[in-house]
């Protein structure tokens, strides 16, 4: 073979690799969800619809403050920092009840599992051409 189909062959593979590693590979980004709850990230300059984009199931609970779920107890047991709850109101919340009936408590969902809002930043991993939200992201500050 001479040498310039030898150079063409190279340049060649070496594109066809390139293409196969864009179209692989897993990337990070940053994004906002924004008003109409599109995705708007970092590196895609375009907002993509609500209905063009995914998010992992823990984002998806609800809203603050609706039910979770509902947990049954039977028998003497403890609680710790739950504040006003079945008649014991004030210091950290934390009583026993005496009686050894079954009993429940409703579960509500915490703002930090809250669904996405608008203006919620987050973070998408794109997986090949899908993009999917992973978390909300905050800054380190709301820690500790």
Known sequence: MDEGMNKLARVLHGRIQGEREAHSSLVLDFGEIQKDYSLLTNTYPIPIPKADYLVLEDLTLGETGT???????????????????????????????????????????????????????????WVQHDAIVVGRVRPATDIG
């Open 67 to 125: 039910k979770l779920t509902t947990t049954t107890q039977n028998g003497a047991h403890t609680h710790g920092n739950n504040g006003s709850h079945g008649g014991h109101v004030g210091g950290d919340g934390s009583h026993e009840h005496e009686s050894s009936g079954t009993h429940s408590h409703t579960v509500l969902i915490p703002e930090k599992l809250r669904w996405l809002k608008p203006g919620d930043r987050v973070l998408v991993a």
